[in-house]
């Protein structure tokens, strides 16, 4: 597998991190994972803009402009046999570089950018999950960002594993219902559609926004909530989101059986499409 690194392409088992960088001591750095269909981003400008807009809340510069990461992209994509594929996954990863021991912030900093890719396999048709022990944390100023820190995330995915689920629903601090480990929550009451609020230490989703446009387009009531576990017994329906997996449906909660909501289905075809359509104008 090849990789981009810093402005080179080479091969991943050559490729050299220095063992300073503080992104790898502190996780000092934040991360975008894409869908590349066919040689295309999809959302690209959007996933870039999060990146930025975190880098400057963490006072990071990205050295490299936005034409610039794109071309790097699909440079990569055709390095490694994947522009024509039909799905395939993309990590951009920056982080503050090298620095000195310690938690200060180096006065002087040369970032790190890395992009590596894969080949993406189809969404599964459906998802089981728990609820998990470890809980988000919204007075964090990291809950909203996509930095790369993600223990928690980790070892909510570990614990559902262990119970013999797929995904891991994580509570906030106040215990109401937040994210899956790597996805954003929605829930069906009735023909409404809520998702938790960004109030409770979610990371507000690329492809979350896109539903939250795109859902009331289709005459689905939608809003954003402070959501409490108990109100899942009452749910019919619920699916999970993000960049790689798009809409995929919950079909079992802690072991209880969840209804397959109509409107999910249509709501999954109106995302493709919607997908399909800025390959097309790109």
Known sequence: MKIWLNGIIVDAGEARIDPTDRGFLLGDGLFETMLARNGHISFFDEHLLRLVSAADVMGIEMPVGPVHVEEACLELLEANGLDGAARASLRLTLTRGPGPRGLAVPEQSSPTVLISCAAAPSPPERLSAIVATPRRNPWSPSSRLK???????VLAKEEARMKGADEALMLETSGCLACASAANLFLW????????????????????????????????????????????????????????IGLVPLSRIDGRNIPAHPMTARLAAAYELLLDAADEND
Do not use: Q
Request: aromatic share 4%; proline share 8%.
């Open 147 to 153: 930095a790369l820190p993600y223990l928690d995330n």
């Open 189 to 244: 009451e009735g023909e409404r559609l809520v998702t938790p609020s960004e109030l409770c230490g979610i990371l507000p989703g690329i492809t979350r926004a896109a539903l939250l446009e795109l859902a009331p387009d289709m005459g689905i009531e939608v809003s954003e909530d402070e959501i409490a576990p108990a109100r899942l017994a009452h749910i019919s329906g619920a699916f999970l989101t993000n960049s790689l």
